[in-house]
């Protein structure tokens, strides 16, 4: 943990502009040369409801929420519009306040609209005694009162930013520029003032006795501030991606929404469908055509979508899914990140399953892995799916923007051209030999045709079938069949063995004999947690695995075999990727303990730390967290 | 050059290249309504121009699935219920390519009536014939969502409880813009009518009554059949929304009081899909698929959306 980082948590009620607000004070930041994350926390619904975004940064790169926060920027809630509303509904003003107090570390400040809330409510808060406890600085400020002064009340949210800016000594030239690219002219003026006043008057009326102040850093080239789903949606364009089908569904609209406001000005085709077996159908339709077609939803509607999943593995049609993971099971917390859905994504629909996996464990790898996602089902004839959750799709971190400046891809991978299919296999009926084993393709796909090619006529089924497509139920073709379409994810293992450096991501001391494990979105956490133990004094090494399927069985081994011990890490109570690593490899199930959490929210790097070291201590302290420690079990 | 010169290609077709060079085992009963439909299909099919590798033929599953193992032409055998939105999106992404989409009555009314709701109401520009023969016939025998209140099957062996659903009612309500009923015994009625199905702009449904001898044998053969346009007794105009309902009604009821009324009873030129698409400036009216095979093609990069995150 670094004494020199801001966590800044911006609290108030879904819809009250939390997330523009914050999204501009971490550009903010950003610009001013800091490393900046994101995180947010917020209920399944519309307006009211307790809600935070929390921003850290700090001069040096930051991957992961913090612990706790150390400055508090209370709204307050308009949820209750009126006297009746408040009858029915409570106060829900206090709460930004009162239900943010308890991660607010030492020294911490707190801002607070007093133009909002009651002084009595606040009294029963018992904030004056807190605060001295723990070291806290109090700055109540009319901010609603501001706010009106120079125009709308619902501006309080840019006298909140003024403050913080004051009190954490931040120029303001920024955060006004970013409000002169975002606002239309007309309300830019009084938020203008209004952010300035604000700013005045804090350093007026308050004599600052916090040590806490905005970080220095310096950035050597432009950054763009951007989301996981931003990532999965650039890395689709980027691969060539034209058409894609969707459904609404937390947390997977991110993706959905920022493809189709992009898609009709690249020429691609966006379709809001009646459900997810549609959508899932449609991606099919057009891929088969010869689009590079996607589409995805997130635990129930990837339920629909099991069905033409199968489909696309028996006729060898690309397509990827995107699968937003939230916490189950059913509707279970829609807002919420968990990592239950594994063993769904491998294994969902009918028969032996023969598709690509893939977990990314930060932006970066969102977008690298959802354009290999592409590759690899265009190049293999085979549906990839792109797991994540809400965790990573909703927060944002700052990327060099040169990092996206590389070429596109959009080759259609195995195809034959109209010359090629004059050359090619017919069967008597007429038919292309579309499924055919063919000795000259190393990677052990068989080219397909499209349809409106000369010559290159085909059956696509569900069925089984022959060479040519026909229904067949011959033994032999089907063990013929089978093993061609399951040798594809050998032949691709082997490629991504041949990657460097792999997909999965290595940390910590090479040497240890101690082990962390985890998977996807809980990497930012557990790589902090593996730092931090090996400057307090510790030895651990730590791996991030992203291939789900096709398993890193090399990897893996060689990891499992350095180690004396593991603790794996994943958000879900039934330990889904320890269960996988032992089914994959047979062994190790003596060496391999779980830490696991599934209250809703992602894990923090202290717990973890605290996690290893109660695994260390063997006795029977329990986790001061709302985690859960799994020992091993054996094979 | 397009990479797909089978599309638009002028000249003469013979329907013999409709039937594969060895054609698979029928796997449909002596009797059955489904052959009816695959004549009709090759004989109307090169006498509208396409030949086999323009077409791209999307079917359910059940026995009108197979519809594509017998006709030559790019097909697309896919689940229960699911040939719509397979078919639409090809048809999006390369609207050059004739796709018709086929199923039977459980499988485009019951199970896939969702899709059958939504592609009629989009209007998208292809065909969609169901081979309704009023029972599930694969499965052996069982009540389909058209099979007459009474029905008995060994799902309902006191008989369905349930009314009908009424296909061409319903194809009319979400949108269809071109809506016949044919039958089996009628073949050329039924050519003419998938000739003029292929060739509207638009959704075109065709409710193809297929009888089927072997699970539905109290069922009628569906003779004799009366063609509406033909006969004296029933005047509407076609393009009268309110008339072609009260006609699809009576149509509707009379089959099952043993009436077998067929004929056209909607048409509508109202913009398909991808017309209404391209007029809201949703896409472009370059086909996706072609610009796959454009070498010159600038692809747009994420590089280049990026102000919007400094």
Redo the contacts between chains.
């Keep these: 943990m670094s004494d020199n980082e801001l966590i800044w948590r911006v609290a108030g009620g879904s819809g009250d502009g939390i997330d523009s607000t914050s999204q501009n004070f971490a550009?903010a930041l950003m610009?001013s040369g800091l490393d900046v994350f994101t995180h947010r926390h917020y209920p399944s619904r519309i307006r009211g409801g307790h809600t935070y975004v929390e921003i850290r940064a700090a001069p040096e790169e930051v991957q992961s929420r913090g612990d706790g926060y150390n400055f508090l920027l209370a709204l307050g809630d308009s949820f209750a519009r009126n006297a009746d509303e408040a009858a029915v509904y409570g106060n829900e003003e206090i709460k930004p306040l009162s239900e943010n107090l308890d991660e607010l570390r030492e020294g911490g400040v707190i801002v607070y609209d007093s133009g909002f809330v009651d002084e009595e409510d606040v009294a029963e808060l018992n904030l004056e005694e807190r605060a001295e406890e723990n070291g806290w600085h109090v700055y109540p400020v009319d901010l609603r009162g501001l706010a009106k002064e120079h125009g709308r009340e619902v501006m309080r949210n840019t006298a909140g930013v003024g403050v913080t800016a004051s009190l954490l000594g931040m120029e303001l030239d920024h955060i006004e520029e970013l409000m002169e690219d975002a606002m239309p002219e007309k309300i830019l003026e009084p938020n203008i003032e209004i952010l300035h006043d604000a700013y005045e008057l804090v350093s007026e009326e308050f004599e600052f006795d916090h040590e806490l102040r905005v970080p220095e850093g310096d950035h050597d080239e432009?950054?763009?501030?951007?989301s996981g789903s931003?990532a999965i949606?650039?890395?689709a364009?980027?691969a060539?991606c034209?058409?894609i089908?969707g459904y609404p569904m937390t947390p997977w609209t991110d993706v959905f929404t920022i493809l189709s406001q992009?898609?009709?000005?690249?020429?691609?085709?966006?379709?809001q469908?009646?459900?997810e077996?549609?959508?899932a159908?449609?991606?099919?339709?057009?891929s088969?055509?010869?689009?590079?077609?996607m589409s995805g939803s997130s635990g129930g509607g990837f339920a629909l979508m099991s069905?033409?999943l199968?489909?696309a593995e028996m006729?060898e049609t690309p397509i990827v899914l995107i699968e937003a993971m939230r916490a189950g099971p059913s509707t279970g917390l829609p807002t919420k990140p968990e990592q239950g859905d594994l063993e769904f994504v491998l294994y969902t629909s009918q028969g032996d399953s023969s598709r690509v996996v893939f977990a990314p464990g930060d932006i970066e790898e969102a977008y690298e892995q959802t354009r290999l996602a592409f590759h690899i089902a265009y190049e293999y004839q085979i549906p990839t799916i792109i797991v994540y959750d809400q965790k990573l799709g909703g927060e944002n971190k700052n990327v060099p923007?040169s990092f996206?400046?590389?070429e596109?891809d959009?080759?259609?991978g195995s195809t034959l051209?109209?010359a090629e299919l004059e050359e090619a296999a017919h069967?008597?009926?007429?038919?292309f030999h579309r499924f055919q084993h063919d000795p000259d393709n190393d990677a052990g796909v068989s080219p397909r045709s499209?349809?409106?090619?000369?010559?290159?006529?085909?059956?696509?089924?569900?069925?089984e079938h022959s060479p040519g497509?026909?229904?067949e139920e011959d033994p032999t073709n089907r063990v013929i069949q089978m093993e061609r379409r399951m040798e594809k994810l050998e032949h691709i293992r082997e490629a991504l063995d041949e990657d460097h450096p792999s997909n999965q991501t290595y940390y910590g001391d090479e040497t240890a004999d101690y082990g962390i494990i985890t998977w996807g979105s809980s990497h930012g956490a557990v790589a902090e947690a593996v730092e931090r133990l090996n400057e307090g004094g510790h030895s651990v090494k730590g791996v991030t695995v992203s291939d789900m399927m096709p398993f890193p069985e090399t990897e893996m081994t060689e990891f499992l075999e350095s180690v004396d011990e593991a603790m794996v890490v994943e958000m879900n109570a039934s330990a889904q990727f320890r269960g996988l690593i032992q089914k994959e490899l047979g062994r190790f199930g003596e060496k391999l303990t779980s830490l696991l959490k599934y209250n809703g929210n992602p894990f923090e790097p202290a717990e973890i730390v605290e996690g290893y070291e109660l695994h260390l201590d063997g006795g029977d302290a329990e986790p001061t967290a709302q985690v859960r420690i799994e020992p091993a079990a054996g094979d | 050059m397009s990479?797909?010169?089978?599309?638009g290609?002028s000249r003469e077709i013979d329907r013999d290249e409709f039937t594969?060079?060895?054609?698979?085992q029928p796997t449909w009963c002596p009797g059955c309504g489904d052959f009816s439909v695959l004549k009709a299909l090759k004989q109307a099919l090169p006498e509208v121009g396409k030949s086999?590798?323009?077409v791209?033929t999307?079917t359910g599953?059940g026995c009108s699935g197979?519809l594509?193992?017998y006709l030559?032409?790019?097909?697309?055998?896919?689940?229960h219920g699911?040939s719509?939105?397979?078919?639409?999106?090809?048809?999006?992404?390369?609207p050059?390519?004739e796709v018709i989409a086929a199923g039977g009555d459980g499988d485009g009314y019951g199970i896939g009536g969702?899709?059958f709701?939504?592609t009629a109401r989009e209007n998208h520009d292809m065909t969609y014939i169901v081979f309704n023969n009023e029972v599930f016939g694969l499965t052996k025998g069982q009540t389909s969502p058209t099979s007459p209140k009474g029905h008995k099957s060994k799902t309902q062996p006191t008989g369905s409880a349930k009314s009908p659903l009424r296909p061409l009612s319903l194809a009319l309500t979400s949108g269809a813009s071109y809506i016949a009923r044919t039958a089996a015994v009628n073949p050329n009625q039924a050519k003419e009518i998938i000739k003029e199905a292929i060739e509207h702009d638009g959704f075109a449904h065709v409710d193809f009554l297929t009888q089927c001898p072997t699970w539905n044998k109290d069922a009628r053969q569906y003779v004799p059949y009366v063609d509406i346009q033909e006969s004296d007794d029933y005047e509407f105009d076609r393009t009268d929304r309110q008339e072609a309902a009260e006609m699809m009604y009576e149509t509707e009821s009379a089959l099952y009081e043993g009436t077998v009324l067929t004929g056209r009873y909607y048409v509508d030129d109202r913009p398909t899909y991808a017309e209404e698409?391209i007029a809201t400036?949703?896409?472009?009216d370059?086909p996706?698929?072609e610009?796959?095979f454009d070498d010159d093609?600038e692809?747009?990069?994420?590089?280049d959306?990026?102000d919007r995150?400094?």
């Design positions: 550009k610009r432009e950054q763009a501030l951007l931003n949606a650039y890395g364009i980027d060539g034209r058409f089908a992009n898609m009709s000005d690249i020429g691609g085709i966006a379709e469908v009646e459900d077996i549609a959508a159908a449609l991606a099919l339709g057009a088969h055509a010869g689009a590079k077609a069905e033409p199968g489909l006729t923007v996206f400046d590389r596109p959009p080759s259609l051209t109209e069967d008597a009926s007429g038919k499209l349809p409106g090619q000369k010559g290159g006529r085909f059956l696509a089924t569900g069925n497509g026909h229904i | 990479a797909f010169n089978a599309i290609e594969p060079g060895l054609e698979p086999p590798d323009e791209l999307v599953i197979k594509n193992s030559e032409t790019y097909g697309f055998h896919t689940i699911r719509l939105p397979v078919a639409r999106a090809a048809k999006l992404a390369n050059g390519l969702n899709h709701i939504h698409k400036g949703e896409m472009t370059t996706i698929v610009q796959y093609r692809w747009e990069r994420s590089y959306l990026l995150h400094k």
